[in-house]
């Protein structure tokens, strides 16, 4: 069966610690994937995604990820974190572009002064 | 563009009452779609139409649940009778891009509704 998982459900982290959220997921057939974060009372805004290419992609205030086929996943990490990194991030994935988004649970990162 | 915009932002209603959320996509997309977000389950697809049309509806948890697009720029979803469980942030989304890859860099989200039923 097809799936997203995101393992962690809260991380919280000191200020400019590095972070990293984990998602994995489940599929037999090719993957898109993305990053999405949601600040409080917003909206989902896409952090970065990854189609092809380099596996390792660059998104919006300085997080990135790698996509890693052999251990079917797709951390999400930032080498220092603000405070106003405090939110959800959702990893996505679209099963072979022709399935719409599933998405995890979602992570609540947490930066601590 | 304004973004997709929903109403009401919050919602709080008894149990059995109608409910009716609205969504009014981005001018010229012509996909939407409805999601609900719960602790439990995460961010769920419930419906999503192409061209005011509803493709899938296979998220939408029971025949309570009712979605509708009249036209290009508004949608709603409705729940009568509703109840205490389905108490969740309802986001509605809407994307010019056809192919579901592209989906994911060409979503854009309301705000949500934040449902309450007490």
């Known amino acids: 069966a097809q799936s997203v998982t995101q393992l962690d459900s809260q991380v919280p982290v000191f200020e400019e610690a590095p972070v990293e959220l984990r998602c994995n997921y489940s599929s037999s057939v090719s993957v898109y994937l993305f990053w999405y974060v949601q600040y409080p009372n917003q909206g989902l805004q896409l952090l970065l995604k990854?189609?092809?290419?380099?596996?390792l992609v660059k998104g919006i205030n300085g997080f990135e990820a790698e996509f890693n086929k052999s251990q079917t996943s797709f951390h999400l990490r930032k080498p220092s974190v603000h405070i106003s990194d405090t939110a959800e991030y959702f990893c996505a994935v679209s099963f072979s572009g022709n399935t719409p988004l599933v998405f995890g649970k979602g992570t609540r990162l947490s930066v601590i002064a | 563009d304004a973004g997709v915009i929903q109403s009401p932002r919050h919602e709080v209603t008894e149990m059995g009452q109608e409910v009716t959320l609205r969504c009014k996509p981005i001018s010229g997309h012509d996909y939407l779609f409805w999601y609900r977000q719960t602790m439990m389950r995460g961010l769920e697809l419930l419906i999503y139409f192409n061209n005011n049309v509803p493709i899938d509806d296979s998220g939408m948890p029971e025949d309570r649940f009712s979605a509708k697009m009249p036209n290009a720029s508004f949608s709603t979803l409705k729940i009568q009778p509703s109840e205490p469980r389905d108490s969740a942030v309802y986001f509605c989304?809407?994307?010019?891009?056809?192919?579901?890859?592209?989906?994911?860099?060409?979503?854009?989200f309301g705000s949500g509704t934040q449902l309450s039923v007490l």
């Open positions: 990854y189609l092809s290419g380099s596996t």
């Open positions: 989304a809407s994307s010019l891009e056809e192919r579901w890859q592209g989906q994911g860099e060409k979503l854009f």
